[in-house]
């Protein structure tokens, strides 16, 4: 059975087709400048050539069809034919409090997804688009949606609930979702795997360009870091993550911000890049930090610090942890912010093997001896888990 993932983003479209029999990708590749003029970049992986050209894309439908003819050419294609695509799979951002799990796109659903703009304004018309071309090009060929917030849908409501007047959560479902939804369901399904217990207690660390803790027992959500928005949680790259309330109204009346430029800053200009006025990639700052950049290194220290301070909270959310796994490009890369976060925990009973600690992107058992609590490297995969649950529902 093949998949087909799609990640459509306002002027991108990220696709890669599985082979789902043995989850091997097919081929994978990116749309990119949509609606402006368009560039394919397709990576067959069965040994034929790579393509990257310029093709005209005034919308997601021409997209789309650049894919597909590339999919199925004799010269860069996998498959022979359209009717090899058994189903599509689309990555949605927002499900808002009606989809606790993926499920087939029809009408109603569309119309749902569409009733949750207003809570993933950037990213929602996006996803939609993705999914009306599809349709368009592909009709008949069943469509998947998995929704990002889905994964926090088991959340209580004392902890999803803000402390703020409770009609906007009646009225307007103003309430904690979470993000990376995706990621956190499939390294902490792998994680139970890996321990070996169906019913384990797991952290889960996503630390990449956005960042997000989440909190599981048995692989269902009982806390996140992210909120109504990406914006909460713990600094990111450049994201603000929590911040006193107060400050907006200071900074708003000092610099004469209107509330859609102090989001913009906190969304774009806060995070470890608002700190180090370096950058907001990590490795930029490790470099930076090691020429004696002080900025870039509080930037480090602020971003492991918080980080830390999650992770402590959600042991403590959890009574206890069995695993704890770090994920997405820093997670899974950076051995010396692995080491900082963890650095200290040993009371808890978390330690790690700094020799072991040295992998980088590679699933990896990086538990201390003397830890109680199993520490992995475990690689993210959401595409995979988009064709899994893709598969699960049309598979006949
Ligand atoms: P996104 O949220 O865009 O998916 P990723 O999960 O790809 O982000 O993570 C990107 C981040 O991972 C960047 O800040 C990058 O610097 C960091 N990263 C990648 N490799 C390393 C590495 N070897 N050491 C430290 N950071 C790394």
Known sequence: MNILVINAGSSSLKYQLFDMDNETVLAKGICERIGIDGHLSHKPANGKPNYEADIAMPTHNEAIQAVLEKLVSDEYGVVKSMSEIDAVGHRVLHGGAKFTESCIVNDEVEQAIEDCIPLGPLHNPANLMGIRACKEVMPGTPQVAVFDTSFGMTMEPKVYIYAMPYEYYEKHDIRKYGFHGTSHRFVSQRMLELLGKPDAKVIVCHLGNGSS??????????????????????????????????????????????????????????????????????????????????????????????????????????????????????????????????KGLDYMGIEIDSEKNKVRGKETDITGTNSKVKVFIVPTNEELMIARDTKELTAK
Do not use: W
Not at 248 to 273: A, C, P, Q, R, W
Not at 305 to 325: R, T
């Open 213 to 342: 803790l989440s909190a599981s027992v048995g692989g269902k959500c009982v806390d996140t870091s992210m909120g109504l928005t990406p914006l909460a949680g713990f600094p990111m790259g450049t994201r603000s993550g929590d911040v006193d309330a107060g400050v907006l109204e200071y900074v708003m009346e000092h610099y004469g911000y209107d509330i859609h430029e102090m989001l913009t800053i906190l969304n774009k200009k806060s995070g470890v890049l608002g700190i180090s006025g370096v950058s907001s990639d990590f490795r930029d700052l490790d470099n930076a930090a090691a020429e004696g950049n002080e900025r870039a290194q509080l930037a480090l220290d602020k971003f492991a610090y918080e980080v830390k301070k999650f992770l402590g909270s959600y042991v403590a959310a959890l009574g206890g942890v069995d695993g704890i796994a770090f994920t997405a490009g820093v997670g899974e890369n950076s051995p010396e912010m692995r080491e900082n976060i963890v």
